[in-house]
């Protein structure tokens, strides 16, 4: 009876708290994994923008 009580209320506080703790670590590694992925994208947007500018400040001239 013990086996089916456990089974009604799920898993336990331990494996509850295990698998937070996996998932909090999951979503730190996916933040870290964008705020490289963004700041890549950044640069290359700084790139763009300084040929940009000086390509537009050379035909200027």
């Given at each position: 009876m013990d086996s089916v009580d456990r089974q009604k209320r799920g898993p336990s ?49």
């Amino acid at each position: 009876m013990d086996s089916v009580d456990r089974q009604k209320r799920g898993p336990s506080r331990a494996i509850t708290v295990e698998k937070a703790v996996d998932y909090i670590i999951a979503l730190q590694q996916e933040v870290d994994r964008l705020r490289k992925e963004s700041s890549t994208a950044a640069q290359d947007v700084r790139v763009l923008f300084d040929r940009n500018s000086s390509s537009n400040n050379t035909t200027s001239s």
